[in-house]
T-cell receptor, first 113, second 113 residues
Framework: NAGVTQTPKFQVLKTGQSMTLQCAQDMNHNSMYWYRQDPGMGLRLIYYSASEGTTDKGEVPNGYNVSRLNKREFSLRLESAAPSQTSVYFC????????????FGPGTRLTVL | GNSVTQMEGPVTLSEEAFLTINCTYT??????LFWYVQYPGEGLQLLLK?????DKGSNKGFEATYRKETTSFHLEKGSVQVSDSAVYFC????????????FGKGTRLSVIA
């Protein structure tokens, strides 16, 4: 079991460029999440998908789009990157709401110049 | 709404010192409570959890008790090691309905030999 995997691990973009962060899980989990982590801010939820075919906005969705491609994969897209999106991005999954542990990927460190 | 407040760091301790990291929460209903740990350069991993009042979660010498009367879930360890240096996050999730995990802002712990 690989758990939750993310690609790429590191990325540098110029302002205005676009990119997609990939996330996959092999635990047959229903729910998947994207967070960003900034110094002093903890983890902030960007988008989540409670089940295949559904997505919902989290705390900080502006500037991002997501796609739940299938049960395993949940991607995060930056259409026009801005320096304020420089952050570490974590994907997570769990079996569903209601007290279930979330499993996290190793993170993608993104720098926007 | 649901929220988690944890003590601000950084916390610096000598090896074998006693650790307490305070966490209080606000939630509707009866949430499950978690402590996650993030080691340098890694994603978050579950340290311990408690799903109902008076439950005690424990793992790797760490403990936390779900106190409904004080809405708290303080993390404790009797004797810290250098290898415990990490960022610790308190989190909650409702046990019903479709709401994601809510995190505190994290507390950085540094243990010096």
């Amino acid at each position: 079991n690989a758990g939750v995997t993310q690609t790429p691990k590191f990325q540098v973009l110029k302002t205005g460029q676009s990119m997609t962060l990939q996330c996959a899980q092999d635990m047959n989990h229903n729910s998947m999440y994207w967070y960003r982590q900034d110094p002093g801010m903890g983890l902030r939820l960007i988008y989540y998908s409670a089940s295949e075919g559904t997505t919902d906005k989290g705390e900080v969705p502006n500037g991002y789009n997501v796609s739940r491609l299938n049960k395993r994969e949940f991607s995060l897209r930056l259409e026009s990157a801005a320096p304020s999106q420089t952050s570490v991005y974590f994907c997570a999954s769990n079996g569903g709401f209601g007290g279930h542990e979330q499993f996290f990927g190793p993170g993608t460190r993104l720098t926007v110049l | 709404g649901n929220s988690v407040t944890q003590m601000e760091g950084p916390v610096t301790l000598s090896e074998e010192a006693f650790l307490t990291i305070n966490c209080t929460y606000t939630a509707t209903g009866y949430p499950s409570l978690f402590w996650y740990v993030q080691y340098p350069g890694e994603g978050l991993q579950l340290l311990l959890k408690a799903t109902k009042a008076d439950d005690k979660g424990s793992n790797k010498g760490f403990e936390a008790t779900y106190r409904k009367e004080t809405t708290s879930f303080h993390l404790e360890k009797g004797s810290v090691q250098v290898s415990d240096s990490a960022v610790y996050f308190c989190a909650l999730i409702r046990n019903s309905g479709n709401t994601p995990l809510v995190f505190g802002k994290g507390t950085r712990l540094s243990v010096i030999a």
